[in-house]
Nanobody
Framework: QVQLVESGGGLVQAGGALRLSCAASRRTFSNYTMGWFRQAPGKEREFVAAISWNGGSTNYAYSVKGRFTISRDNAKNTLYLQMNSLKSEDTAVYFC?????????????????WGQGTQVTVSS
């Protein structure tokens, strides 16, 4: 069992930046592909970005490519999401997730562990 705790959310103006963190409870964090997903009110949870166990491969949703950067520090058991040039449509609850898939897949069903989420609100 891996517990994931997100932090770093908040209120920011459009064009601003935020950095989300996700702390994992176990040292086996490095065995997992990690991802970020988000869910806006009344919408399905959607893929944002994912990163392979060693950081060698990444995958981004088209809507965030070039603005968001996913990274990880396996020594600190921590996943990050740097979000720049934020838009009002980025407003959502952001979740981190971990799975034993080899590829940083956008498929929700490939992730076994989920955090509770952190709210990101972008004002226009």
């Amino acid at each position: 069992q891996v517990q994931l705790v997100e932090s770093g959310g908040g209120l920011v103006q459009a064009g601003g930046a935020l950095r989300l963190s996700c702390a994992a409870s176990r040292r086996t964090f490095s065995n997992y592909t990690m991802g970020w997903f988000r869910q806006a009110p009344g919408k399905e949870r959607e893929f944002v970005a994912a990163i392979s166990w060693n950081g060698g491969s990444t995958n981004y949703a088209y809507s965030v490519k070039g603005r968001f950067t996913i990274s990880r520090d396996n020594a600190k058991n921590t996943l990050y999401l740097q979000m720049n040039s934020l838009k009002s449509e980025d407003t959502a609850v952001y979740f981190c997730a971990g799975g034993r898939t080899l590829w940083p897949t956008p498929s929700r069903s490939s992730y076994d562990y989920w955090g509770q989420g952190t709210q990101v609100t972008v004002s226009s």
